[in-house]
């Protein structure tokens, strides 16, 4: 499928990443050249295969949901670079 | 005597013996840190006052380094990126807080391409790290800090991760012995995550029982990391073998196609000459979906990388713009994500993000998670015939800097021979098999899920019959 200079610039806002022109022009080479590169998967037949999202066989891990306190947690939120106050980072308004 | 030549065997017994203490070894080490590491490049960040927690432990003052993805205490953690630049965090790796509790000391932070994306340790957004054999040359990647240091004996060993090959091809370029395990069999808690189902602890070391030892220490199930394998530990150090009788390798017609570069090819067909004097069987195998490896690698761990690097918005940790610079919360985001990654980290973000999003979802990353499954069964079928798998590592010797970085799918093709145990999650190592053009070419070991004990105790027999990883590169 054809990359689109459109598309590149559409994919980047969804991924909060900004791009001059020039940035866009050249992404838009590249990931045109990635997106050929990776649909000779289209190629295999994978019909009634199932999908693989875990290897190594470890399923449904439970434990008991209990409260375990950070010991650090004042110095953990002291590693923003944002004002802290009431031991909360304070940042801009979402809308 | 130069202590940095030894590994971790003779350094260990050095120190059993008394012939040299804790504060000798690393005094040596920081002074051959500081006059060579200027020309290699592979630190990021030099402890200072180091010393063993445990100097009685396993590795009671034993002086590494860990790839700066590891989170340690009171040392920077950037995954070489911009964006994590001047963060430091408040809790340990459970790898490396192992490794402490063993009595390891600290060196420092190793350099890597940014968040583990590349083949090269180019994408890096503060250094670039030399090939110890060739300074022209990349060290390999992406963790080519860990392996150049190694090889350069700025540490008795480093930590390393492998998503698609970052510990065995740099291992391979720079002439080192690199362990990936089993998927999920060495905690990833606390290691700053690429593609969470892909992504392998291992280490770097100077030799095969290093790495026997040093997975004895690492290896283990995690209450922090629910993908930690149950499979008991074992003495891996304990099951070294000198021969090969009885065991079968096979070989895979599939890893000597077109592109893997002659010199490379004939130090491989000698190697797995080697392995059959030492009375292993080699039969042809065949793992017919290889050549699908890379893309469907690409597809699969560009989608979890574009989720993994949402949470890098400049809010929690490293540098951010100012409340008063933006208008809101999302322009803010923009700001910080735009300014803090580098173009190899935006390439797979954004790939991640299209082959994830509406529309294209079931073309690409379903299709991807289907065809792994195919590969996983290549490895499966061949298991019940064969012991271990005899391969290349990478399909040429280190390239030069510079020669691959501006057009990204041949730097991903550098996987080509790596990818397949990746998606996998079974165990593979590269060990020193000989040289190309005065240049290192390691050979890959993969072995079944788990059977680690399996494949170190064969990539043992190897170099007790060789010394390929014995020679040092005059630097």
Redesign the interface.
């Known amino acids: 499928m054809e990359i689109t200079k459109d ?2 610039k559409k ?2 806002k ?5 791009l001059d022109d020039a940035e866009a022009d050249k ?1 838009t080479t ?2 045109g ?3 050929g ?6 190629s ?1 037949d ?1 019909s009634g ?10 399923e449904n ?1 439970l ?1 008991e949901d209990e409260v375990k306190v ?1 010991p ?1 947690m004042q ?3 002291a ?5 802290i106050e009431k031991g909360q ?7 | 005597m130069d202590l940095t030549s030894l590994n971790l065997v003779e350094t260990k017994k050095l120190l059993a013996d008394k012939k040299a203490s804790e504060s000798e070894i690393v005094a040596d080490y920081m002074q051959r840190i500081a006059d060579l590491d200027p020309k290699i490049d592979s630190f990021l960040f030099v402890a200072q006052d180091t010393k063993s927690e445990n100097p009685s432990g396993e590795l009671g003052g034993i002086p590494i380094a860990h790839k700066d993805v590891f989170d340690t205490i009171g040392m920077p953690t950037t995954a070489a990126s911009k964006i994590l630049e001047g ?2 965090p ?2 340990d790796a459970t790898s490396v807080a192992k490794l402490k509790e063993a009595g390891a000391v600290s060196l420092g932070k190793l350099n890597t391409d940014e968040f583990t994306m590349g083949a090269s340790t180019e994408t890096s957004a503060f250094k670039q790290t030399k090939n110890p054999w060739d300074l022209k040359r990349v060290p390999g990647g992406s963790s080519g800090g860990s392996a150049a240091a190694v090889a350069a004996d700025l540490c008795v060993f480093a930590t390393a991760t492998d998503t698609g090959g970052s510990i065995r091809q740099p291992s391979s370029f720079c002439g080192v012995t690199g362990l990936k395990p ?3 069999r060495i905690s990833r808690y606390g290691v700053i995550s690429m593609a969470s ?1 892909l992504d392998t602890i291992g280490v770097i070391t100077k030799s095969v029982e290093d790495a026997a030892i040093a997975l004895e220490v690492l290896a283990g199930q995690d ?1 922090h990391d ?5 499979a008991k530990v074992e003495q891996y150090s304990k099951n070294l073998k000198t021969d090969l009788k009885g065991l079968k390798i096979g070989v895979a017609k599939e890893y000597f196609v077109e592109g893997l570069d002659a010199g490379v090819e004939k130090v491989i067909r000698a190697a797995i000459d080697e392995l059959k004097k030492l009375g292993a069987e080699i039969t042809e195998i065949s793992l017919p ?1 290889t050549e ?1 490896a890379v ?2 690698y ?2 699969v761990a560009s989608s979890e990388i ?1 989720a993994n690097m949402a949470r890098f ?8 713009v100012k ?1 008063e610079e ?10 910080n ?2 300014r803090g ?1 580098g173009d190899e980290v ?2 797979r ?3 991640g ?2 082959a994830l ?1 509406a529309g294209y979802a079931d ?2 990353y ?9 590969i ?1 069964k290549d490895f499966d079928e061949a298991f019940k015939d064969i012991d271990l798998i005899a391969a290349p590592v990478a399909p040429t010797t280190a390239f030069k800097l510079g020669e691959k970085i501006n057009d ?2 041949q730097m ?1 093709l550098a996987d080509i021979f790596t990818a397949p145990a990746s ?3 079974v165990p593979a190592i590269s060990v020193p098999a000989g040289f190309s053009e005065k240049l290192p070419v390691g050979l890959q070991l993969i072995a079944p ?2 059977a680690e004990a399996r494949l170190l105790g064969s990539a043992h027999a190897f170099q007790s019959a060789t010394d390929y990883h014995l020679k040092k590169p005059q630097i």
Request: positive net charge.
């Open positions: 598309l590149v994919i980047a969804l991924a909060r990443i900004r992404f590249q990931m050249a990635i997106v590169f990776v649909e000779q998967l289209n295999v994978t295969v199932a999908e693989t999202n875990q290897v190594n066989g470890m891990v434990r950070f650090k110095e953990l939120i590693g923003s670079r944002h004002p980072i304070k940042i801009k308004k979402s809308i | 963060y430091t408040e809790f089993t998927y999920g189902s209450s629910a993908t930690t394998g149950k979906h699908f893309p469907t690409y597809v574009s918005d400049g809010v929690r940790y490293g540098p951010t409340n933006v208008e809101n919360l999302v322009e803010m985001y923009f700001e994500r735009t990654f935006k390439r973000i954004m790939l993000t299209f999003s073309k690409f379903k299709k991807a998670l289907q065809v792994r499954t195919l996983k990204p799918v991903y998606l996998a999650g899920q788990f």
